[in-house]
């Protein structure tokens, strides 16, 4: 795709805004008839990326409506916080029929980079394993049919390994080492006292580029957050994984070790319906971390009852707590407006439901020194339901009090959640909070391998670990893999991670073995995202004292060899 200078720099400068939306009718005579658009590329033949400068954003809103909503950017954070032997996976690797370590498979990255010098990524003749460096951060020529970033290949990677100076030929760095502990531990070299779950696949990695300032601002993120990402990026950086496996004419697993509070959690948005469409794909494997909100206080729920007073929520913030962004879901047949009350007993009266670019209110306190903005989404494309959106600016010390009035009510079901933990100070809470459907997204996602995390050594769930179920009912987890005190490399050495991020690259390993053993080696060509997902849940560990799927552990714990054993009963 060939675009004007004058696109280009419409599209790099700091105060343009990118989306993604479906590919209808309706958007291509909108930006047609429109100079405030530019229409970038198409990903997936399906959905398009598109430009708009930030102060026009709410007109773009306004003229394609609130069917929109999905279309802007979510923006995502990393989910951190040997595994081999309880997965099943060393087995595998030295029972001599199988001996599967990930020959003829790539393992994707979409996270905070790569460290590719490390001697884990590196073949013995000082080679590099990873085929394809994407860092969209960086300037200089985009990969073919992209509009942003740099590629280094494979050839420049082993011309930059063999120089004294690496980094003046390469300059891809990952400057926070999240991307380079997730490779490793999937798909790290295989040494004398360590191996990642896949050493012999090859790697693609991609570095994110970090949120604009509209977005940042949009969801109240913390000016102190560094690592934060739009979900457009994310889908750009599997979006140019793919193409890579296509070129290369291999099977890859794809792992996604970010998530968001932000979204339906239903499956319906842009980002979560474009992943379930890639995990379809022959060849690919997709999975997901699934969070680690379980005891963060993040996300409440309950039911409205008709001709009843309303619902209320407590919410708690500590000193200099600074921006809160709340995000209320209702479902299509219900709609709800609400009103908030501050700690001082200063009240922003029920606002009327009025669906809209702006917020339907914007209200500056009296008594204490804070700023309340209300808005609403509705019917939001897909479920239908209904988004109010709360942010109160500066907000004060003590238990604010939200209210939802029930406009119309027969279901009457609603979920409240706060940013996930990073995005919103320690110090806001929940009273009323509750551990379940506090799985992050893109892992709500139809169609993807939602992770969850537990401790190998003690048996027991990583605390953390977000729960199910999703909002529209599915049983969430789909398994948990080891999750704590991982071993991996950062760019400055070996060290742990606890979290769903890193049983997600345990996971993606795992997924990669099946793949050699599916696609490339013969045995069920067609293997993709839902065989791998189905073989896995078969073999997983169930303890008898526990009823299974159920919203902690899903189907149980991954057990690869299990799986393999097992596979002639499928």
Known sequence: MRLSPEMLTFIHAPDTVDFVT?????????AHSSDEVVVGQLLSGRYVLGYVKAENFHRLEEALGAAFV??????????????????????????????LKGRGVLLGFVDTGIDYTQDIFRYADGSSRIQYIYDQTAEGDPPPGFLLGREYSKAELDAALASEDPYSLVPARDESGHGTFLASVAAGKQT???SGVAPDAEIIAVKLKKARPFYREKYCVPADQEYAYESSAVMLGVEYILRK?????????????????AGSHNGYSVFEEYLGGVSIQKGVCLCAAAGNEAEARHHTSGV???????????????????????????????????????????????????????????VKLVLEAARVQIEYHFPVEGSGGQLSVIRILGITPGVWTIQLHGDIVLNGQYQVWLPMTGFVSPTVEFLAATPECTITSPASAVGLICCGAYDSAGKSLYAKSSRGPAWDGRMLPDLVAPGVGVRGIYPYGPGLMSGTSAA?????????????WGVREGNDPSMGTYQVRAYLIRGCLRRDDMSYPNNQWGYGSVQLMRSFHLMREL
Do not use: M
């Open 70 to 99: 999905s279309s802007a950017s979510v923006v995502l954070g990393l989910l951190d916080r040997p595994a081999l032997e309880a997965s099943g996976v060393s087995q595998v690797h030295s029972q001599p029929y199988l001996s």
């Open 304 to 362: 409205l009852q008709p001709g009843e007073k309303p619902a209320q929520i407590d919410l708690k913030a500590g000193e200099n707590a600074g921006d809160v962004y709340l995000a209320v879901w209702n479902t299509v047949a219900d709609r709800i407006s609400l009103s908030v009350r501050s700690p001082s007993g200063e009240l922003v009266g029920r606002v009327p439901a009025r669906p809209g670019a702006s917020p339907a209110a914007d």
């Open 245 to 261: 496996a296509r070129e290369l004419g291999r099977p890859v697993a794809i792992c996604i070790g970010l998530g968001t509070n």
């Open 192 to 194: 004398e006292d360590f």
């Open 504 to 516: 997600a690259a345990v996971l993606a390993g795992i997924c990669a073995l099946l793949l050699q």
């Open 22 to 30: 479906r590919a209808t009718d309706a958007f291509f005579d909108y």
